[in-house]
């Protein structure tokens, strides 16, 4: 079954530094997103991402934020310095449609860890 | 603001017992309403809603969607120690998902 896999599954760095979070959606999905979950807290919207633009961002993802789609099947979420309160479980998702009309299939997440 | 609630925070329940799950929501551009089943990492699908009163079923559990009163609720039905999870509620409104807290349930032997 496909599936949505992302790299690293735990990422440490220290804080100020850039990160790179690495997402492989699914081969046939034209939607992407980044989600974090902070621990113990509830799954929060960052990007949405179509036709190689942002489509949707909340305000969590400000200007240290951006998403890259460099090839054919990478999707990746760059923090370009990071904070103590960026540590997280990011989840990356992908869909055929969007607006509701299809269902969105999450990776396993990576594990962030800013100290 | 667009919100999502889910109720209860946390259950505790015996192996056989049939537990219910609520959530309501209130956002401003309605598509469509998805479950979710966190173990230890990753969402995994359970449903996804988009008409009311059409039951959907998988197994033990089912899902139905009330568009008028803007809840939902998943019913899980002679509970076993593997439905232990968080179950999130999540409304896509048409360009990105918004979840609720979840609900932790606990399926103890």
Same mark, same amino acid.
């Given at each position: 079954?496909?599936?949505?896999?992302?790299?690293?599954?735990?990422?440490?760095?220290q804080?100020?530094?850039?990160?790179?979070?690495?997402c492989?959606?699914?081969?046939?999905?034209l939607?992407?997103?980044?989600?974090?979950?902070?621990?113990?807290?509830?799954?929060?919207?960052?990007?949405?991402f179509?036709?190689?633009?942002?489509?949707?961002?909340?305000e969590?993802?400000?200007d240290?934020?951006?998403?890259?789609?460099?090839?054919?099947?990478?999707?990746?979420?760059?923090?370009?310095?990071?904070?103590?309160?960026?540590?997280?479980?990011?989840?990356?998702?992908?869909?055929?449609?969007?607006?509701?009309?299809?269902?969105q299939?999450?990776?396993?997440?990576?594990r962030?860890s800013v100290? | =603001?667009? #919100?999502?609630?889910?109720?209860?925070?946390? +259950?505790?329940?015996?192996?056989?017992?049939?537990?219910?799950?609520?959530? &309501?929501?209130?956002?401003?551009?309605?598509r469509?309403?998805?479950?979710y089943?966190? =173990?230890? #990492?990753?969402?995994?699908?359970?449903?996804? +809603?988009?008409?009311s009163g059409?039951e959907k079923?998988?197994?033990?559990? &089912?899902?139905?969607l009330?568009?008028?009163?803007?809840?939902?609720?998943l019913n899980?039905?002679?509970?076993?120690?593997?439905?232990?999870?968080i179950?999130l509620c999540?409304?896509?409104?048409n360009?990105d998902m918004?979840?609720?807290?979840?609900?932790?349930?606990?399926?103890?032997?």
């Amino acid at each position: 079954e496909p599936e949505v896999t992302q790299t690293p599954s735990h990422q440490v760095t220290q804080m100020g530094q850039e990160v790179i979070l690495r997402c492989v959606p699914i081969s046939n999905h034209l939607y992407f997103y980044w989600y974090r979950q902070i621990l113990g807290q509830k799954v929060e919207f960052l990007v949405s991402f179509y036709n190689n633009e942002i489509s949707e961002k909340s305000e969590i993802f400000d200007d240290q934020f951006s998403v890259e789609r460099p090839d054919g099947s990478n999707f990746t979420l760059k923090i370009r310095s990071t904070k103590l309160e960026d540590s997280a479980m990011y989840f990356c998702a992908s869909s055929r449609l969007a607006g509701g009309r299809d269902i969105q299939y999450f990776g396993a997440g990576t594990r962030l860890s800013v100290l | =603001e667009d #919100k999502v609630v889910q109720s209860p925070l946390s +259950l505790v329940v015996h192996e056989g017992d049939t537990v219910t799950l609520n959530c &309501s929501y209130e956002v401003t551009n309605f598509r469509s309403l998805l479950w979710y089943k966190q =173990e230890k #990492k990753a969402p995994t699908f359970l449903f996804m +809603l988009t008409s009311s009163g059409i039951e959907k079923k998988s197994g033990r559990l &089912s899902s139905i969607l009330d568009k008028k009163e803007l809840f939902s609720i998943l019913n899980i039905t002679a509970t076993q120690t593997g439905d232990s999870a968080i179950y999130l509620c999540a409304v896509d409104n048409n360009n990105d998902m918004r979840f609720g807290a979840g609900t932790r349930l606990t399926v103890k032997p």
